[in-house]
């Protein structure tokens, strides 16, 4: 037997259109990333995948993506838990900042270690600055990063994952975990034990559901790097994402 997780990275946002570094600025869809969305839950029930609970981070990109999918599929009424935890990758300084002006201040080399490296973490943030959410009442109390190379998301992730997504998925539950592009990649390197080289260069397209299915002695895939519900619609938004910057 195996167990069904889907892994679902938000719509388009504003600041994706944008170009700009985003990481817990909590920004909204766009119009592009709102169809996106919708779209992701014809894909669920045109495949006959119905999540029996779903998952997200604390940001309006992924809950407002999560809501459309569900709404789509019939499957508005299912339980909810959040959390931070799930939050995409604390950008640092960089956040609010333009990809491209970045890039060419800064050069390609310290540009994709800032955005793919495994451990190199952006310049962090200042506190009380523009784009910090040090005083948001939504943190409160928690240990919230000032910046987050991808091995801080995975160890903040990992709890999580252990804590609240596993036991859903050994009652027997498909879970729905509606993320971000780097949240999503440190869950991924930790299902498909990608080394710490190989996930700088792999990208999560937004708004196409990624299907795992899960030994359920081990929880590893039994489809390793899962199963994209439109392969052929991923492999374009993938490289679009691989080349955001340029
Ligand atoms: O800006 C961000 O927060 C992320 C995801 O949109 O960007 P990148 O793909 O560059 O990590």
Known sequence: MTYTLVLLRHGESE????????GWVDVPLSEKGIGEAKRGGDLLREAGVAPDVLHTSLLRRAIMTAN??????????????????????HYGDLQGKDKKQVRDQYGEEQFMLWRRSYDVPPPEIELGS???QDADVRYAGEPIPRSEALKQVLDRA??????????DLKAGKTVL????????????????GVDDETIAGLNVPTGIPLVYELDEETLQPTNPGGTYLDPEAAKDAIAAVANQGK
């Open 15 to 22: 600041w994706n259109a944008k170009n700009l570094f985003t």
């Open 177 to 192: 975990v509606a993320a971000h592009g780097n949240s999503l990649r440190a869950i991924i390197k930790h299902l498909d």
């Open 158 to 167: 990992l709890p999580y994952w252990e804590g609240e997504i596993v036991p």
């Open 68 to 89: 459309l999918a569900l709404d789509t599929a019939d499957l508005h009424w299912i339980p909810v838990k959040r959390s931070w935890r799930l939050n995409e990758r």
């Open 130 to 132: 523009e784009f910090s």
